[in-house]
């Protein structure tokens, strides 16, 4: 990486500030990592055998993996339940962020408004979404309920990012003529909104549907969702069985790469209709 | 009259559409016994809770160092898995790229390896470290590091084929090397793009780093967990605070930056 940093005798690459900013970021990158590394937690853990005993377990993990504790049908039981969590919280988080992202784009709703509206959404994605799930869990109890709202409220904030940005990119041209034409601001939105912006919208639901899947895995695990994610924490933390939490690994992986696949191809037809 | 029956067919299948997903949603609902109604009530009554219980209180403010202490734990543990895992998935997309690979078998292998990392999620990997480092940084280290590693692959070897073969055919027609090629031509024109990603993904590492402490028992989740499992609330509730100010400073400083170098 260093190549850049020295130009040879003939300086070819001009000295501008993203030049500057760019090595700045590079250095300050480096010397954290340093530091992070050598104030890392070890616990007086030797590195060199534990390496070793990981990729001993990555083996037993990928080849001797088997179900002990639960069978097919209830394995496919958990794992629908954990795609259920991640399926509830996109819809319910796609139907608020709709119409929450017409007031957090710049073009439907005066400056103040957005402004208030992204600072507000800024601030609940920042909060990771295992604490929303563990704070809703104080009131509801650990559970679906809390697991459900506290992943929506991590949606909603993200897909109200994604869905206000496209909302922006629309025509303006497109917006005036319904205006010129004495449509009111629901009809702005239903008739020129709506249609134009519709595939971009469906795009961006998927990949939080994707990334939702994951962070129900997750919520079984640490905040009591349930799911999958609790069936590989008790075979990690309390039975202590690689090989079954083998056999729920290659679930979850199979399902994340057909999501995976599924949000490629949506993002590829979506790009060829915006061409078209 | 052609135009209306195709928008009455656009607009049947939206309906059904629609339809299908709010029915596979009711089953999901089902499925998982959760109630909309009771949901919806649990929303006013956090926050009324909140108001009065989750706000610092002394204690907590007595507290401030061992979690801003934690804290910086955890973004060091975010920013170096972050740095050295973009490295390795640098490497492995120059090998996986269809204008950098040594040779074309080297793209399916290096495309699967990347997707099996970033496919098994972080809470997963965890889950699976935890039995050969046990509670040390390492696990969450680690963890981050291979979701990271498939990550940057799959990017940067987008990255680089959006480049273009020609910068590297040129080079090769002066009879530059492999290693001239690669370092005078494809890592200058993609390095503002992986520091973006890098920025991306440490912002990212954050956030889970504070999920994975919560499971080996390390750094700012750990704490939550602790104060909120002992019913310190107003400790925990700074602890939140204090993530969120963490992470918008580094999304400003990342944006900044991005802003800057793209």
Redo the contacts between chains.
């Keep these: ?1 260093e ?2 940093l020295t130009s040879g005798r003939i300086r070819v ?1 001009p000295r501008t ?2 030049n500057i ?2 090595h700045v ?2 250095i300050v ?2 010397l ?2 340093i ?3 050598a ?5 007086n ?1 030797n ?1 060199f055998t ?2 070793g ?2 990729l001993n ?2 083996r037993i ?1 990928l080849f001797e993996a088997r179900l002990k504790n639960l069978s097919w049908l209830e394995l496919f039981r958990e794992l ?2 954990t ?3 991640g ?2 919280t996109t ?1 319910l988080g796609a139907i608020i962020a709709f119409f929450v992202a017409l007031f957090a784009a710049q073009n439907l709703a005066p400056r103040r408004v957005t402004d208030a509206v992204k600072a507000v959404m ?2 609940i994605r ?6 929303w799930v ?3 869990a ?3 109890g650990l559970g ?3 697991a ?2 506290g992943m929506t409220f991590h949606s909603i904030s993200y897909l109200v990012k994604a869905y206000a940005e496209t909302f922006e990119e629309l025509d303006e041209g497109v917006l005036e003529a319904l205006r010129a034409s004495g449509a009111n601001w629901w009809q702005t939105i239903f008739q020129a909104v709506v249609p134009s912006s519709a595939s971009a919208l469906l795009s961006w639901t998927f990949v939080r549907f994707e990334i939702n899947f ?1 962070v129900a ?2 919520m079984g ?2 905040a009591g969702a ?2 999958i ?1 609790f069936d ?2 008790m ?3 309390f039975y ?1 069985d ?1 090989r079954e ?1 083998g056999i ?2 290659y679930a ?2 199979i399902f ?2 057909l999501l ?1 696949w599924g949000a490629t191809r949506l993002k590829e037809t979506v790009g060829v209709k915006r061409q078209a | 009259m052609q135009p209306n029956a195709f928008l009455r067919r656009r607009r049947l299948q939206s309906i059904f559409f629609l339809a299908v ?1 709010a029915a ?2 009711y ?3 089902v ?5 909309l109604v ?2 919806l009530g ?2 006013p ?2 926050f009324v ?2 108001i009065t219980n ?1 706000v610092p209180d002394e204690r907590a403010w007595s507290r401030l160092p061992r979690i801003l202490e934690k804290l910086q ?1 955890t973004v ?2 975010a ?2 898995s972050s ?2 895992a973009s ?1 390795f998935g640098l490497g492995l997309a120059l090998l996986g790229a269809n204008t950098t690979r040594p040779h074309p078998w080297f793209s399916l292998p290096a495309r699967a390896i990347a ?2 990392f970033r ?6 990997w965890a ?12 696990t969450g ?2 963890a981050l590091s291979f979701v990271t590693f498939g990550f940057i692959t799959r990017v940067m070897i987008e990255t680089i084929d959006e480049v273009g073969i020609e910068p590297v055919e040129a080079l090769r027609a002066t009879g530059a090397s492999y290693a001239a090629i690669i ?2 031509s494809v ?2 024109a993609c ?2 793009q992986l ?1 973006s990603w ?2 991306y993904m440490i912002e990212t590492n954050i ?2 780093a ?2 994975v402490g ?2 080996t028992g ?1 750094g700012i ?1 750990f704490l ?1 967990d602790l104060y ?1 499992k002992s019913f310190s ?1 107003g400790s925990a509730s700074l602890v ?1 605070l204090a ?2 100010v963490a ?2 400073l580094i ?1 400003a400083v990342s944006n900044y ?1 991005r802003r ?2 793209l």
């Design positions: 990486m190549t850049t690459r500030r993203a900013v760019l970021t590079l990158l480096v954290l990592t530091y992070g590394l104030t890392l937690d070890t616990r853990i590195i534990a390496f005993d990981m377990n990555f993990v629908m339940i795609v259920a969590l399926l509830i819809v800024a601030f920042a909060v990771p979404t295992v604490l563990l704070f809703f104080v009131t509801a679906s309920i809390a459900v709202v994951s895995i997750a695990a640490t349930g799911g994610g590989m924490f075979a990690s933390a202590l690689l939490l729920f690994t979850v992986l994340a790469i995976e | 997903i596979i949603t089953g999901s609902m499925l998982t016994q959760f109630d009771q949901g649990v929303i009554r956090a809770w909140a989750f734990e060091l543990v920013v170096a740095t050295i490295i997707s099996i496919n098994i999620d972080v809470s997963v889950l699976i470290l935890l039995f050969s480092f046990g509670q040390s940084g390492f280290f680690f370092s005078q890592i200058p390095l503002p520091i890098v920025l956030r889970s504070t999920l919560i499971l390390t989740g939550f909120f609330y939140v993530t969120v992470v918008l999304e930056i800057t170098i």
